[in-house]
T-cell receptor, first 113, second 110 residues
Framework: NAGVTQTPKFQVLKTGQSMTLQCAQD?????MYWYRQDPGMGLRLIYY???????DKGEVPNGYNVSRLNKREFSLRLESAAPSQTSVYFC????????????FGPGTRLTVT | RKEVEQDPGPFNVPEGATVAFNCTYS??????FFWYRQDCRKEPKLLMS?????NEDGRFTAQLNRASQYISLLIRDSKLSDSATYLC???WGAGTALIFGKGTTLSVSS
């Protein structure tokens, strides 16, 4: 039982490049989330998916898109990376009935130069 | 943005010490409260939920004061392995509305 997995673990991009962060969970959870964590800012929600087939914006969605590919997978895409998107990105999932208990992946450390 | 405020620390304590963290929240409609733990360069993990009646899990005790809008976490008999950042988390409405504090860093030394 791997829980929540994320790829890649590290990534360096140049300004304007695009990339997709992958997330998968094997806990049969309905809800999945993408957060970013910056020094001095805490965790902030980018997008979430309450169930397969639905996605909604969180607190800081600008510059990102998401796809809930199926119940297991939830990807985050940066279409044109900017230095302000340098951050640690965490994916999380939760059972819809215990939505407050979220299980996090190990994170992706992204640097945009 | 609805705020959750924590003292960032660091709190530097010797093994065996008792340490307490406080957290305040601004939204009086908040419904649920949690402490998450985050080790250095790792993902956050749920430590415990916080109930109005208070709750205890081994050496950890969490308290909620709704009238004053603050949450506390008490750690007794600190261990080296307790060194981490502790995140105060507040939620309301659907589970998507989790607001994380910036965290309080604890360093336990021998």
């Amino acid at each position: 039982n791997a829980g929540v997995t994320q790829t890649p673990k590290f990534q360096v991009l140049k300004t304007g490049q695009s990339m997709t962060l992958q997330c998968a969970q094997d806990m049969n959870h309905n809800s999945m989330y993408w957060y970013r964590q910056d020094p001095g800012m805490g965790l902030r929600l980018i997008y979430y998916s309450a169930s397969e087939g639905t996605t909604d914006k969180g607190e800081v969605p600008n510059g990102y898109n998401v796809s809930r590919l199926n119940k297991r997978e939830f990807s985050l895409r940066l279409e044109s990376a900017a230095p302000s998107q340098t951050s640690v990105y965490f994916c999380a999932s939760s059972d819809s009935e215990l939505a407050y208990e979220q299980y996090f992946g190990p994170g992706t450390r992204l640097t945009v130069t | 943005r609805k705020e959750v405020e924590q003292d960032p620390g660091p709190f530097n304590v010797p093994e065996g010490a008792t340490v307490a963290f406080n957290c305040t929240y601004s939204n009086s409609a908040s419904q649920s409260f949690f402490w998450y733990r985050q080790d250095c360069r790792k993902e956050p993990k749920l430590l415990m939920s916080v109930y109005s009646s208070g709750n205890e899990d081994g050496r950890f005790t969490a308290q909620l004061n709704r009238a004053s809008q603050y949450i506390s976490l008490l750690i007794r008999d600190s261990k080296l392995s307790d060194s981490a950042t502790y995140l105060c988390v507040v939620a309301w409405g659907a589970g998507t509305a989790l607001i994380f504090g910036k965290g309080t860093t604890l360093s336990v030394s021998s």
